[in-house]
């Protein structure tokens, strides 16, 4: 089983920034394409962005292309969120999710973190 433990969430006004980490001391992590998705009150987990194996490839939603950016650091087994201009409507959980294969995209994806919130306050 694959630990991941995300972090870095917290309230922020329209406009900020964040970078969500997801850690974990699994020593294959470089085996790993790795994905953040998030769930607001009410709807459906979405699927936010991906990172492949490599991080040469990376896969984003239409509704964050050009605010979030995605990256990895293997040698502290991390992945991260960068998030600028955030809006009200990135209120929400977010999940960092991993998967034992080069490129996951969208999914599906067989490791996922506890969770953290971000909130964005207009």
């Known amino acids: 089983q694959v630990q991941l433990v995300e972090s870095g969430g917290g309230l922020v006004q329209a406009g900020g920034s964040l970078r969500l980490s997801c850690a974990t001391i699994?020593?294959?992590?470089?085996?790993?394409?790795m994905a953040w998705f998030r769930q607001a009150p009410g709807k459906e987990r979405e699927f936010v962005a991906a990172?492949?194996?490599?991080?040469?490839?990376?896969h984003f939603a239409d509704s964050v292309k050009g605010r979030f950016t995605i990256s990895r650091d293997d040698t502290k087994n991390t992945v991260y969120l960068q998030m600028n201009n955030l809006k009200p409507d990135d209120t929400a959980v977010y999940y960092c999710?991993?998967?034992?294969?080069?490129?996951?995209?969208?999914?599906?994806?067989?490791?996922w973190g506890q969770g953290t919130q971000v909130t964005v306050s207009s």
């Open positions: 699994e020593r294959t992590f470089s085996k790993f394409s």
């Open positions: 990172i492949s194996r490599t991080g040469i490839r990376n």
């Open positions: 999710a991993a998967d034992d294969s080069p490129w996951s995209g969208r999914g599906p994806y067989d490791y």
